[in-house]
């Protein structure tokens, strides 16, 4: 379906006839707020807390940025919440175009910094430059996650789907079949950027297991052996 912006007018023309004459600032600047709404039709494969349904990424974003309000003092050494907040609000904005990767797909993970840095140089640019640049800047500082305002970005970024795992029975852990020492692989950035909640993950991890909500350490369990409560196994397959 065509917008009324692309089937009538040309954008930077109805900016012109509103505000007069050197538009383009404010053209661009509206044209980057209609492209970051797409990001509310990207779906995660984490579930809402009720399991109603997939979450989109911009949920997942606000999300993040109300946790790093409520959950700052865990961060390990003074942060900027401002910049911190930023930093959560933008960090996804690229997969407008390059689409949510699911943590656990290794195939989908190989190209996606170079999907992600494509997407970034088309939408930070659609921005005038003194804009855009110190928003690509500090997404580029979350993607780097060597500061200590990314490290709890980042740490943040990995509890919430984590949280939602837990409250929905497993999530998308038993709908992969995905084990703890996966999840724990996963959790690390938590260890760093978040070393007071660290306890916590392990001990829900563990919990997890007793559950069901996830399989254990693929190491120590025969494949043969591992299944859920419910009797299903990781590869789909029930008992007869």
């Known amino acids: ?9 040309d954008f930077v023309d109805l900016i012109d006839l509103a505000t007069g004459p050197a538009p383009t600032r404010l053209a661009q600047q509206i044209q980057f707020v209609l492209e970051i709404d797409k990001l509310k039709g990207v779906l995660r494969q984490t579930l809402l807390t009720d399991a109603s349904r997939r979450e989109n990424s911009a949920e997942h974003s606000w999300h993040l940025a109300l946790m790093a309000i409520a959950l700052a003092e865990y961060a390990p050494a003074p942060i900027d919440l401002s910049r911190v907040v930023q930093m959560l609000l933008l960090h996804d904005l690229v997969e407008i175009d390059a689409g949510d990767t699911f943590a656990f797909d290794i195939q989908a993970n190989q190209d996606k910094a170079e999907r992600e840095q494509a997407a970034a140089d088309r939408l930070f640019g659609l921005l005038p430059p003194d804009l855009g640049q110190p928003l690509r800047a500090c997404w580029e500082e979350f993607e780097a996650a060597e500061t200590v305002d990314a490290r709890f970005a980042h740490a943040l970024d990995r509890f919430q789907p ?5 409250q929905t029975e497993g999530g998308t852990w038993r709908l992969h079949g995905i084990t703890c020492d996966r999840v724990l692989g996963r959790m690390q950035p938590v260890k760093q950027g978040a070393p007071a909640l660290w306890p916590v993950v392990e001990a829900l991890i563990h919990q997890a297991v007793a559950a069901g909500y996830l399989l254990p350490d693929p190491d120590t369990t025969p494949h043969s052996d591992r299944s859920y409560p419910d009797g299903s196994h990781p590869d789909g397959l029930h008992p007869d």
Request: aromatic share 14%.
């Open 162 to 166: 984590f949280l939602h795992n837990l």
């Open 1 to 9: 379906m065509q917008s009324f912006l692309s089937s009538h007018v």
